[in-house]
Each structure stands twice: as C-alpha cells, then as structure tokens.
C-alpha cells in the first residue's frame, strides 16, 4: 500500500483545510485509515481514525472540529478542518493498517497563523 497526502498549507486561524489520503496498491487490504501529525517538541498524536465497518475516532483536541471522510473505494480519505487554530500547526500523516502492518505516507504541513 502507497500512500499520498495532501493539502497542507498556511492559513489563518479560524479558516479550514482539507487534507487529503490517497491510497494505491492493495486498497482492498486496508482496514483502518489514520492521520497523525507530529508538532515540533510533541510526540505524534492521533488526530483521526476510521475503519471498515466503524465509526470515526478522533484526538481529545479535535474537538469537533475536524472530519475524517472516505471515497467509496477507500482510495482517498479526507481529513476536513475547521476552526484551525495556531496550536494545530504540525505535519500530518496519513497510515493505512493492513493486517498487522502499518504503512505510512509522506507527512503534509499544515501551518496556522495567529
């Protein structure tokens, strides 16, 4: 499984950002879809997760202010972000778990402006 994701940038706080996932390879195999980022200092945070079958999962921070969303063959997950706030600046990665493996995919920056 390849990963792509995409759709960081800067943006002022309060605005949104969509993050996207594209998957490839064995799509078929993946079972759980999840973004990460990693902010400079912090150990890397769950920011949202969905599976096959399951409901979305989220970070305590989130808030309500994000959205994990699919296409309809996994090929593409979505991370949708509202309300941005300074303190979101990170870079996101997006992992697909297939079995007992995780892959992972380039991370994407995301910066918030005060």
């Known amino acids: 499984v390849r990963l792509q994701a995409s759709g960081g940038g800067l943006v002022q706080a309060g605005g949104s950002l969509r993050l996207s996932c594209a998957a490839s390879g064995s799509i078929d195999r993946i079972k759980l879809m999840t973004w990460y980022r990693r902010t400079p200092g912090y150990e890397r945070e769950m920011v949202a997760a969905?599976?096959?079958?399951?409901?979305?999962a989220y970070g305590h921070f989130v808030e309500g202010r994000f959205t994990i969303s699919r296409d309809n063959t996994w090929s593409t997950v979505y991370l949708q972000m509202n309300s941005l706030k300074p303190e979101d600046t990170a870079v996101y990665y997006c992992?697909?778990?297939?079995?007992?493996?995780?892959?992972w995919g380039q991370g994407t920056l995301v910066t918030v402006s005060s």
């Open positions: 992992s697909a778990g297939v079995g007992l493996r995780s892959y």
């Open positions: 969905l599976a096959r079958g399951g409901s979305p």
